[in-house]
């Protein structure tokens, strides 16, 4: 049962979840509650998610594990997003990696690629914003969201 306030229209909030295949991956980020937030979107979608929370921890996870994609945020104290991304380019060139920032516009329109970032997202951001970025960087998610 939905409750509403009379007068005050609703959202058309659709939590359908579309079928998409199970994927590994890796969330990088220091904030306890973001890292939570994210794994509990990409598990209701079926992902297996994996925890890093910080860049070095990150690298020493790629080294002994396989990920669909990485997703990490932009500030992080001790290395920055970009700087793990191009780390992670360095040695897994094909590596699919999502940046999460509140910082997006400002580095979009600053005319410096993010090297090694395949998509990036602003925070705030929704479970259709992952999506649609999973989307984006993995071309077998795309083939099935559109059949």
Known sequence: MRYFSPGIKQPNI????PFIPMKRILVVD???????????????DGHE?????NGKEALAVLETDTFDLVITDF???AMKGDELAAAIKARLPKQPIVMITAYA????SSGH????VDFLIGKP???????????????EIKSFQST
């Open 105 to 108: 516009e400002m580095l979009q």
């Open 14 to 17: 659709q939590m359908v979840k």
């Open 125 to 139: 951001f929704l479970l259709e914003n992952l999506r649609e970025a999973i989307a984006k960087v993995l071309p």
């Open 49 to 53: 998610v994996e925890i890093a929370t």
């Open 113 to 116: 690629p993010l090297p090694g």
């Open 75 to 77: 500030a992080s104290p």
């Open 30 to 44: 220091d904030e306890p509650f973001v890292v939570e937030a994210i794994k509990m979107m990409l598990a209701f």
